[in-house]
């Protein structure tokens, strides 16, 4: 038996604190209409925690787990880290791409693959259904 799996994503919201609230209304039924959310990256606008912040209010206990993953954006501030914790306790669970990228020369670059550290999830939590509450 195989099952379907709805996925809803989005992705470069570049939210900061003037965002506050823009998305959350439109997630009201989320759950009616998908299994799980992915954050496909760029998600702040320079990669800090207050931005983050603002990412985890928006994207938090919606019925569905979610899933983010981050983009170049999200690193500008060499604070990926703390970006990723702070999603882990909002219960958004996080991976770090174990990719490279490349560009239309072919040459490839080390992002994010420099940084990557797979998937990362709330204690306890098991992958991918850390939101659902």
């Known amino acids: 038996m195989t099952a379907d799996v709805r996925v809803a994503a989005v992705g470069d919201v570049h939210l900061g604190p003037d965002l506050a609230g823009r998305h959350r209304a439109g997630l009201a039924r989320i759950a009616e209409q998908a299994d799980l959310l992915l954050l496909a990256g760029d998600l702040t606008r320079h990669g800090t925690v207050e931005e983050a912040r603002i990412v985890a209010q928006e ?5 569905v787990p979610t899933v983010a993953v981050l983009g170049n954006y999200d690193y500008h501030s060499d604070a990926e880290d703390a970006l990723t914790a702070l999603l882990l306790d909002a ?3 996080s991976w770090r ?3 490279s990228c490349s560009n239309s020369t072919g040459r490839r670059s080390g992002w994010p693959a420099s940084r ?5 999830s709330p204690a306890g939590a098991a992958v991918p259904s850390a939101n659902r509450r």
């Open 59 to 63: 994207y938090t206990h919606l019925g």
């Open 116 to 120: 990557a550290s797979g998937w990362a």
């Open 91 to 93: 219960g958004i669970v």
């Open 97 to 99: 791409a174990r990719a």
